[in-house]
């Protein structure tokens, strides 16, 4: 297959901050010099030599970097490799990354369900509302005295998860807080940002109006009468490709989870810190979350191990459910996390003493099925504001976050396209796109515990892999960038007629894995990735995979600022 000179230059397609690091790795050739020119004026304005020559440890490429840190000027620039050509166009200026980061903020108002989205604030994809889901039913799995199979609930709107229609409360975890915790780390540039969604003219920031809409669910699947939490509203298997309005399939809230009460709990607890911010504007709103919170934890005292286990549930009831389980078997990371949410909203040490092990000594980067350093972050964040400030907790969280980070920035050095993510190939799971979120966010709190640069750069350097300084050559975020995915695994792009898909969602990436069984381009980890509606297990979206992207755009972004 015959590439364009585009993709034998691999850069962030974005662009690039004029006093930060900037890098392109280009593949190998008989160049020894590599030029910036002006994309305007076609002036040559900056040349240097290319690096050594790198192969990459997957096999398949043997790359050089082009290295224009140096060159700061800002404006709009294409490199110039002789004897290969021209790179896909990128910008240098400040605030280079906002728009990508309120696109992937946006992407979270695409993903509503319950309501319409009007041309107004949805654009060329705007679209009828699907699944009002207030007449829900109580799955056979889920059947209590005061609810039994068949009652009708209510639980509408809510996010869809990812290219399916369904909304599950554990891998809501994880999203909320990442979103969440954005707000509560850089609060003053958070307010700042505008997304042209309805409750835009309100008070509330509008990332916590578009994070709101999603805690209305959530709240809506606690049941009243025991503080238990559903694990999923879904209907039994997946839909077709058709739009949110044409799927008429039945929905159903399905067995309560200790996984769920307890992601239900955590994020419930942050939720009354965060909307505690703005109790005139809804009044009630933080109050409600913390007893909510507080029921949850409640009846996961009595419930620890109520694991979801969808193969046994369809043993037992009617119907079968097909759709994503989600289900982890271990919870000691959750139990940690609700604990460490409850106790810093709360001050109530209770809550801490339930737990065995904080910290647990090692730290595992966060993902839908590990959120114990959520937590970690949680208490670095309110460090001031613990009472009695236990130093020792606190110094040994701080190690592990430092220590975590150097091996990551250590592990970058021998990349080929210098980049954290990939040093591995345990990088390149499903979803592999949240592990570079994952570890940029980490990288993060690492520099804002240290002020060292290094982890700073080192988590651009994953913002970099993202927009296109990778394997496939790819920037992720649908819509931004010169090469981005066209299908993803995601129903309202593949239904509508709209050509380009729905714009700021971040695909899943590069899975070794490959457990579609599509035809993908190559079986190398790094390049197991497939722009085909056929795979899902590459190309699909989700909210746990936007959030870390948000996060780390945004968070570059005013950390850059200041
Ligand atoms: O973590 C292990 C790793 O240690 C091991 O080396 C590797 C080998 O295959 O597997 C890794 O686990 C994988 C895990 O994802 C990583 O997060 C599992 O094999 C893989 O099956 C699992 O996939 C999950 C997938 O559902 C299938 O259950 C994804 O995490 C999860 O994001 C995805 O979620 C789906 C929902 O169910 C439905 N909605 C869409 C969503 C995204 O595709
Ligand atoms: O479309 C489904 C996607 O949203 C899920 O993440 C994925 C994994 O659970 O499953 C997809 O559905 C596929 C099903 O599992 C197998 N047959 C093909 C379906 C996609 O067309």
Known sequence: QKQNSEDKIRLNQVGFYPDAPKKAVVELDTA?????VNENTGERQFSAALGESRTSQYGGQVARSADFSMFSEPGSYRLFVPSIGYSHPFDIRRNIFEEAAKAGLKGYYFQRASTDLPREFAGKWYRNAGHQDDSVLVHESAATAERPTGTVISASKGWYDAGDYNKYIVNSGISMATLMSLYEEFPNQVRQIELNIPEQQNDIPDLLDEVRWNLQWMLAMQDPHDGGVYHKLTSAGFA?????HQDRD????????????LNFAAVMAQASRVFGDYTNALPGLADSCLAAAREAWKWTQNHPNQIYDQEKLNQQFDPDITTGAYGDRNLEDEFRWAAVELYVTTGNERYLEAVTTIPDHTLTLPSWSQVGALGYYTLLRFKERLNPPDDIMLSEIKGMVIDYADQLVNGGKRMTYQTVMGYKPEHFIWGSNSVAGNQ???????????????????ALSNLDYLLGRNATGYSFLTGYGDRTPMYPHHRPSAADPIEDPVPGLLVGGPNAGQQDG????????????????????SNEITINWNAPFVYTAFALEALNAS
Not at 250 to 261: G, L
Request: aromatic share 16%; charged share 15%.
């Open 250 to 261: 039945k929905r159903y809230v399905v067995q309560k989870s200790t996984s769920a009460a």
């Open 32 to 36: 020894t010099t590599f030029y910036v």
């Open 518 to 537: 599509c035809e993908y381009p190559s079986n190398l980890p790094n390049q197991s990735y497939l722009d085909d509606w056929c795979s899902y297990a």
């Open 240 to 244: 077709g490709k058709v739009m949110p």
């Open 440 to 458: 940029a966010i980490l990288l993060i709190q690492a520099y804002q515990q240290t002020s060292n640069a290094k982890y700073w750069e080192a």
